[in-house]
């Protein structure tokens, strides 16, 4: 699949649906619950969840990749967990304030 910033996906196992805020360039191996996403008007077949997937995800958290190429923002919690190539996204964590000495 290739993502474009701005674009809405969804799962293809739960209810887990995303906005794309940053993407890498050409294809990627995108899945949730161990799935590939769809795009955001397509119905899933009725797949269930892997077990090595049923990690959940959060309304409002960013996931990131260890690289940093890719952003996705849950708009919809559902019980799959993101992942990429096989290696689980993490929740992006807020950065620091500066401090104000």
């Known amino acids: 699949m290739e993502l474009k910033a701005g674009g809405r996906i969804r799962s293809a196992v739960c209810a887990t649906e995303v906005m794309v805020i940053l993407a890498p360039q050409g294809e990627v191996d ?46 919809k919690p559902g019980d799959g967990s993101l992942q990429l ?9 807020a950065k620091p304030l500066p401090s104000s000495d």
Do not use: S
């Open 30 to 75: 995108l899945t949730c619950g161990g799935a590939a996403m769809l795009p955001l008007g397509t119905e899933p077949d009725g797949a269930t969840i892997a077990d090595d997937a049923k990690g959940g995800t959060q309304i409002g958290k960013r996931y990131v990749n260890e690289a940093g190429d890719l952003e996705l923002l849950c708009t």
């Open 85 to 93: 190539g096989g290696a689980d996204l993490t929740i992006k964590g």
